[in-house]
């Protein structure tokens, strides 16, 4: 297909446009068009992201619609473009990496950056082709919508485009493109980039467009001597820790923590090898590439501090002395745990009279800000339980919503016969058992009903997705993103998408290959 302005879109689908990033100019990025993706067809749609992005319904439907979020049409007023950064990847320095084969099509005036992934080589491809596999496009996407849907920071994902294009990964596989969203692609990486290439002017410029876009209050701040620069690292810190947070409490491994997959706004992006737990491994690596598994479940806080040295390193220039520069990371040693503490809270269903779950609901009945208070012997019984969850390999997700039930149904059976080990448990449910009575049992039951998930993406769900859609089949895509979207409700008639995975999950090895 040949694009030229004539294959804009047509005039009533206009969105607004405000090419902020772009107009930080050609220093971060390289203006080109998509390479069409051929004879496309749609696999998947977000109609709740449509929205968000002022996207007509009638109109998602069009073929239209279809050429344009599979990169052979361009939106008319969109700006496409790769951007250049950098990183760390798996502990050692990459040198440059960038958008090898996103394209972002530009912000919108509503504030949300609209990206085309594996829509063709870019100048930042090196020895990529450009595509993203359909297996891995159905993963992103899903759980983009399934993170949101838990009230997880996230890029969210308006839909994906199929092909019947080759892509050579291990085997044969078929191309397709995710459009997703998000208020800013800009990564640690990013940073590192104009830091290690010497080009202060760029990164000052990007630190202020990043702090007058996303961080206004780092200009007024008294703290940290009054330095935006410094106020900046100290507010990504704070917002990577409550992410680490919140991965740690549901589960979630992320599997490629590497400083260009890590967001500046604390989002989670670039879905790649991730995986929820099934059974409770502490160490479990979901990554078949990560041989020393440096992306570990238990290491994900760590590592993410780690990165957020890196990005410390890059602002140095910019914030002037290290002694600043350590200070504004300090506060990720303490919001980490208290954010923890306060999730694991909830989880059990303790909260702190005057705000209980009926006050603070928020997304799709997920507890919002949850910040019940700590007391003595909490961290202790958390501690003790996450070790016979681990002991007794139960199964993590199961676990709190067997325990979200009893709690309000006063029958501990079904959670108790999780364990080998009953005594041990019986003896940890003693000491639950006093702090429970402190609270009124229906709010911490509906609380923690809030706050435990009973859907999960498990690798095996995502991967009957994937085989179904092969062979072009929908559906179970589309209910899994269903029950996903909304993961505390209990969609009766759906009680398999939440059973114990089966034998042959065990099987699935899912590796960086995408
Ligand atoms: P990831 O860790 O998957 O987010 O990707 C690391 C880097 O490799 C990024 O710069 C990506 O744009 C690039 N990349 C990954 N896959 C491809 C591909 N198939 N073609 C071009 N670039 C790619
Ligand atoms: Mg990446």
Same mark, same amino acid.
């Given at each position: 297909m040949n694009l030229t302005a004539e294959s804009d879109t047509s005039a009533d689908i206009r969105l607004a446009w405000d090419h902020r990033f772009a107009a930080l100019g050609p220093d971060f990025f390289t203006e080109l068009r998509p390479t069409p993706l051929p004879a496309p067809h749609w696999v998947g749609t977000s109609a709740e992201v449509a929205t968000l992005l002022g996207l007509n319904e009638a109109w998602m439907r069009t073929d239209e619609a279809l050429q344009a979020f599979a990169g052979n /049409? /361009? /939106?008319?007023g969109s700006r496409p473009l790769a951007s250049v950064y950098s990183g760390h990847q798996f502990g050692v320095w990459a040198g440059q990496l960038g958008d090898g084969r996103a394209i972002l099509l530009g912000e919108t005036t509503s504030g949300w950056e609209i990206q085309l992934k594996g829509a063709g080589r870019t100048p930042y491809s090196r020895m990529g082709d450009g595509r993203a596999v359909l297996r891995s496009s159905v993963r992103e996407f899903l759980c983009s919508e399934a993170m949101h849907g838990l009230g997880i920071p996230t890029s969210r994902a308006l839909c994906i485009t199929g092909s019947p294009a080759h892509v050579r990964r291990e085997e044969i596989e078929t191309a397709a493109v995710v459009t997703r969203a998000a208020p800013s692609f800009v990564r640690f990486g990013h940073f590192e980039h104009f830091a290690a290439t010497g080009q202060e002017t760029q990164l000052r410029a990007l630190a202020d467009y990043v702090i007058d876009r996303f961080y206004p209050q780092c200009r007024s701040t008294t703290l940290l001597a009054g330095n935006p620069y410094a106020a900046l690292l100290q507010a990504v810190s704070e917002r990577t820790a409550r992410l680490m947070a919140q991965w740690q409490a549901v589960g979630f491994c992320h599997g490629v923590m590497n400083t260009d997959n890590m967001s500046i706004l604390g989002l989670t992006i670039d879905y790649g090898p991730f995986q929820f737990l099934d059974a409770f491994v502490p160490g479990h690596v979901c990554n078949h590439s990560d041989t020393q598994g440096r992306y570990a479940y238990n290491r994900q806080p760590n590592v993410a501090y780690w990165n957020l040295f890196c990005l410390a390193q890059a602002l140095l220039p910019l914030i002037g002395d290290q002694d600043t520069a350590k200070e504004a990371l300090e506060s990720y040693k303490t919001v980490f745990p208290t954010e923890f503490l306060a999730r694991m809270r909830a989880k059990l269903g303790l909260y702190e009279a005057g705000n209980h779950p009926s006050s603070e609901v928020g997304g799709h009945g997920v507890a919002a800000d949850v910040t019940a208070g700590a007391g003595a012997g909490d961290t202790e019984l958390i501690d003790t339980l996450l070790l016979l969850l681990a002991r007794n390999a139960v199964d993590y997700t199961i676990f709190w919503r067997r325990l979200s039930v009893a709690v309000g149904s006063g029958d501990f059976e079904p959670v108790c016969d999780l364990f080998a080990d009953r005594a041990g448990f019986d003896q940890w449910l003693l000491s639950y058992s006093e702090l429970l009575a402190l609270m009124d049992k229906a709010l911490s039951a509906d609380l923690m009903l809030k706050t435990n998930p009973k859907f999960i993406l498990r690798n095996h769900l995502g991967e009957q997705a994937i085989r179904a859609a092969k062979l072009g089949d929908f559906n179970e895509l589309q209910t899994l993103q269903r029950l996903l979207e909304r993961?505390?409700?209990?969609?009766?008639?759906?009680d398999a998408y939440a059973d114990f995975p089966p034998d042959?999950?065990?099987s699935i090895e899912i590796s960086c290959s995408s």
């Open positions: /049409l /361009l /939106l008319t993961p505390f409700e209990e969609h009766p008639g759906h042959w999950a065990s």
